[in-house]
C-alpha cells in the first residue's frame, strides 16, 4: 500500500472521531511522513485534517522510517515510541507535536473485534 493511502486512512479515521477536537492545534501542524522515495504531508488543526502539499518548516514534524514500520504505525499496530526505541523510526520537530501525534495515532486506531 502507498504511504497516501496509509495517510488518508488515518485522515478519515480522525475525521470521523468528533472526540479529538478539543486537542487539535489552532494552527495547523504539517506531519511529513517518509520512507525512501515516499513522502505524505498530513496536516493537523482545528480545521479538516487532509493531505496537504505546501507547509512551514518551523511547524513541521517529520517521521522516517521503513514502509513496514510507518504502515504498523499507523495502523495502530505498534505505538510511536516503541518504533522510536527499536530505531524503526526517526522523529524530527518538538517534542510537544511528536506527543500531539502520538496522542491522535493512539486515539483514532482503529476498532479490532475483541474475543
Known sequence: MEMRELVGQFVER???????????????LCVRFESGDETALLLIGKEPAALGMEHDERKTLTVRGSKEALASLLNGELKLQQ??????????GSFRQLLLLESLLHLAKPYRDVG
Open 14 to 28: 480522525m475525521q470521523a472521531l468528533r472526540h479529538l477536537m478539543p486537542i487539535l492545534p489552532d494552527e495547523q
Open 83 to 92: 518504533l522510536v526505541r527499536l530505531q524503526e523510526v526517526h522523529v524530527s
